[in-house]
Structures are given as structure tokens and as C-alpha cells.
């Protein structure tokens, strides 16, 4: 199951502050403990909202009187549009992790996944059990895109944000995917770390979500990706 990490923070840190000194809890919430970067060979699936930035100023708050701002200060009051984010990125972080994939970070409106598989010519050395395992991870990567956009398409038909002109608050999504060598480990400040990807696969899966603008496309996947499985390539054309 996903989680908001900003979720199960504060929840687990007071329990676990009952056995431990708050220095523990401080390291725990610093991120000190974690292990040296790896190098992975695998596929990156990134997702990013179309027009987020002009949806965020269509759909922010703006609170009148000191009452309405007190109350969203102690939290009474829900934000409806990071309500509505946290419901998306739920479901998208479920639909990857039901396909055997591993949410490594989510930034604004963006979510980059990873699936680690075999290299092809270790895939090749060991037999038909190893090339058998790349095309079952394929195969993963690209149902969980397809239940990405399905469930998009059902969070877009049931949220119940609008503004006071009635306009309906919708999440388009886009996707990229790409294979290759890349490393993941943390990074950041002494009290802030985040989980980055670094490589050429991130940076492809970056663009090709990008060229989903340019081609009115929903899911798009490098040829290197595609190629060992003619039958798993996906193209979506976004709903109009």
C-alpha cells in the first residue's frame, strides 16, 4: 500500500518516541538512515498533470476572515485541492505497486516509479528464466500505466471540486517510460532528503511524458523499451 510519507511521520514517530531518546527520532525524521546509492538497471515510469499550475490558481483557496483561517490553521478545515492530491497520488502509488513496482518520489504534481530487472545479456546467461523475468516486468510497467489512466479517468468523473463558475477540477496525465542503467539514493539538507533517480532512463521518461503534449498522446515508451515485446507496446491518446 502507498503511503504519504508526510503521513505516517508524525503518526509513527510518537509511538516509536516512547522506546527511544529523541535523538533516534530526530535521525528517523532526518533521514540519516539510509544506505549508499545504488546502481540499478531497470525501468523508470514517470507521471506529471497537464496544466497544473494554471489548475492550482483556478482552484485555491482563498479564505475570508479570521474564523476561515483559523480553522484551516488547526487543520478543521480541508484544503479541497491538496485533498484531492493526496486521493491521486493514493491511487496512482497503488496501481504501481500492484504491478511490482516501487514509488521512489513524488514532487508537486509529478511521481517517478522504478522496476529493476535483469541486464539483457545477464538475462541471457541465465537461460530462458532470466529473459522470461524482463518480459514479465514489461508487462507489469505497462499494466500499471494502463491502470494509471484508468484510474485518472474514473478520479476525474467523480471529484466533486468546482469552482464558484462550476468548472470541475481534473487531473490529465501524462506518462513516460523508459529502460536503462540509472542510480537512485538521497539526497538533501540535514532535516529534508528526498529520493532521486539520476540517469539518462529518468531524464528519456521525463521527455517522452513531455512529447505526450506535442503528439495528444497519454503513455509514451522508448523504442529500447518496446522492442523485445512488440505485443506490450502501448499507445493511449488522451480523452478528449
Request: net charge positive; glycine share 10%; charged share 20%.
Amino acid at each position: 500500500m502507498f503511503i504519504d510519507r508526510d503521513l505516517w511521520i508524525p503518526a509513527v514517530l510518537p509511538v516509536v518516541g516512547q522506546f527511544v531518546t529523541i535523538g533516534v527520532c530526530l535521525v528517523l525524521r532526518a533521514g540519516f538512515v539510509h544506505g549508499p546509492p545504488r546502481l540499478v538497471y531497470g525501468v523508470c515510469l514517470l507521471t506529471d498533470i497537464g496544466h497544473f499550475t494554471e489548475t492550482t490558481e483556478k482552484f485555491r483557496l482563498n479564505p475570508d476572515g479570521l474564523l476561515q483561517r483559523f480553522l484551516l490553521r488547526v487543520g478543521a478545515k480541508k484544503l479541497p485541492l491538496m485533498s484531492a492530491l493526496r486521493t491521486y497520488f493514493r491511487l496512482l502509488g497503488t496501481a504501481v505497486e500492484r504491478q511490482g513496482g516501487t514509488v521512489l518520489n513524488q514532487v508537486g504534481d509529478s511521481m517517478i516509479c522504478i522496476w529493476q530487472i535483469r541486464r539483457p545479456h545477464d538475462a541471457a546467461s541465465s537461460g530462458g528464466r532470466g529473459e522470461q523475468r524482463s518480459e514479465a516486468v514489461r508487462t507489469q510497467v505497462c499494466r500499471a500505466a494502463l491502470a494509471i489512466a484508468q484510474h485518472v479517468t474514473a478520479f476525474n468523473d467523480a471529484v466533486s471540486v468546482r469552482t464558484s463558475s462550476g468548472e470541475s477540477l481534473e487531473f490529465p496525465t501524462r506518462i513516460g517510460i523508459d529502460l536503462g542503467q540509472f542510480e537512485t539514493g538521497y539526497f538533501g539538507g540535514t532535516f529534508s532528503t528526498e529520493h532521486l533517480v539520476v540517469g539518462n532512463p529518468a531524464n528519456t521518461a521525463s521527455r517522452l511524458e513531455q512529447l505526450n503534449k506535442v503528439l495528444g498522446t497519454q503513455i509514451l515508451a522508448c523504442l529500447l523499451y518496446t522492442s523485445p515485446s512488440p505485443r506490450d507496446r502501448t499507445r493511449s491518446r488522451m480523452p478528449s
